[in-house]
């Protein structure tokens, strides 16, 4: 056998050992049975330091040669990456900007577009007026008014380029912290669990139950 594959064999066998026993205990009646369990447990423990002795020095080795694999891609990556970045702040920063100054074309047209329709309406009501049809003209102002904004659309003066397109990115800000649901809050575990291991019994905290739990520990 292989003097680099005798720590595995070995390991093998001692795995196999220990769930076989694990197999014997159903359940821990007495202190004869207790002890056992005490016994296989503590074969288990000096079975993962065995393998963590067989494995940490092999994945410590591969680790090192993945990180030295990334600090050589990042070497050629970074560069990249912040120059794209920068590129592309300024892509977007250009087509938001082109987009508001198309929206407020699209506003001030609609505008003047709502203006000329009053000004047609008003002048024709004035002529119904003359003609003594005031009810037809009160009703042509009113339907004036009640008319929707004119639809205005003015095409994206940005050109379209293959293989690079906007995405719309909604994104969120606090605004009053009061105001936001409870079913948007997180409940801070790492803070509360900090305070129960400090105070144990002793914590109060509101809507919160301390209690205790045993665990074994292998010295």
Known sequence: MNDSTQPVASLQRGIIHAQTS???????????????????SKSISQLRKAVDETFNPIIAAANKTHKEALDQKKKFSLPLELGQREIDFKINTYRQRQEQKRREEERQLQEQARK??????????????????????????EEAIAAPAPVVSIAPSVPKVQGIAARPVWRWKIVDETKIPREYLTVDEIKISGVVRALKNKANIPGIQVYEESTTIHR
């Open 116 to 141: 000329d329709a009053e000004e047609r309406a008003l002048h024709e009501a004035e002529e119904l007026a003359r003609q003594g049809e005031h009810e037809h003209a009160q009703a042509v102002i």
């Open 22 to 40: 694990l197999a014997t205990v159903k359940h821990i009646e007495d202190n004869e049975q207790f002890l056992a369990a005490c016994e296989i």
